[in-house]
């Protein structure tokens, strides 16, 4: 009983201590919450500078990627395209090594390309098909879809014969 009397005596002597504390500086604590609170507002933000200058760099780097990005999406459908061609192609010579003609399978029966667009599943972007195909010759085209992606594309058509010449521009075919 004691020991209760005496801890609530303490406890009640610090809550009063406490209390004429705030009663003595209650206006000063309350001001400098103030002023924390208004200081703290104003670092919080960004100036309209500071926003001006992030859009500035960011409307640099894009000007700048964007062209590049372009290019490359353009050299990944050229690739397709080729290797659409040369799959076409290895096709094409294996029917040859076993029927000794271009046009007609070892049964007799017309030869049909197995890639008939690139890539070789999802929109088309390059149509390829045999402009030439004869029993000693063929001619491989692939032709950029009218209105696709590379419609109007520096490297054109690209074509490969079964001699191996390569048609379109020189570069297109590095690249």
Same mark, same amino acid.
């Given at each position: 009983?004691?020991?209760?009397?005496?801890?609530?005596?303490?406890?009640?002597?610090?809550?009063?201590?406490?209390?004429?504390?705030?009663?003595?500086?209650?206006?000063?604590?309350?001001?400098?919450?103030?002023?924390?609170?208004?200081?703290?507002?104003?670092?919080?933000?960004?100036?309209?500078?500071?926003?001006?200058?992030?859009?500035?760099?960011? #409307?640099?780097?894009? *000007? +700048?990627?964007?062209? &590049?990005?372009?290019?490359?999406?353009?050299? %990944?459908? /050229?690739?397709? !395209?080729?290797?659409?061609?040369?799959?076409?192609?290895?096709?094409?010579?294996?029917?040859?090594?076993?029927?000794?003609?271009?046009?007609?399978?070892?049964?007799?029966?017309?030869?049909?390309?197995?890639?008939?667009?690139?890539? #070789?599943?999802?929109? *088309? +972007?390059?149509?390829? &098909?045999?402009?030439?195909?004869?029993?000693? %010759?063929? /001619?491989?085209? !692939?032709?950029?879809?009218?209105?696709?992606?590379?419609?109007?594309?520096?490297?054109?058509?690209?074509?490969?014969?079964?001699?191996?010449?390569?048609?379109?521009?020189?570069?297109?075919?590095?690249?």
């Amino acid at each position: 009983m004691r020991t209760q009397e005496v801890n609530g005596t303490a406890s009640r002597h610090y809550y009063n201590q406490f209390l004429s504390l705030i009663k003595e500086k209650g206006d000063e604590w309350i001001e400098k919450c103030q002023q924390l609170r208004r200081d703290s507002r104003r670092e919080a933000g960004f100036t309209l500078i500071e926003v001006m200058i992030v859009v500035a760099i960011v #409307a640099i780097l894009a *000007a +700048i990627a964007y062209p &590049s990005y372009i290019e490359h999406v353009k050299r %990944a459908h /050229r690739a397709d !395209a080729k290797t659409a061609l040369l799959e076409n192609a290895q096709f094409l010579e294996r029917n040859f090594t076993e029927s000794n003609v271009y046009n007609k399978t070892s049964a007799n029966a017309d030869i049909t390309l197995p890639q008939t667009q690139s890539p #070789a599943s999802g929109t *088309a +972007i390059y149509t390829v &098909s045999a402009t030439t195909l004869s029993a000693t %010759a063929y /001619r491989l085209t !692939a032709t950029p879809v009218v209105g696709g992606s590379m419609d109007g594309d520096s490297c054109g058509n690209f074509t490969l014969s079964n001699l191996g010449v390569k048609g379109t521009v020189a570069e297109c075919w590095r690249r």
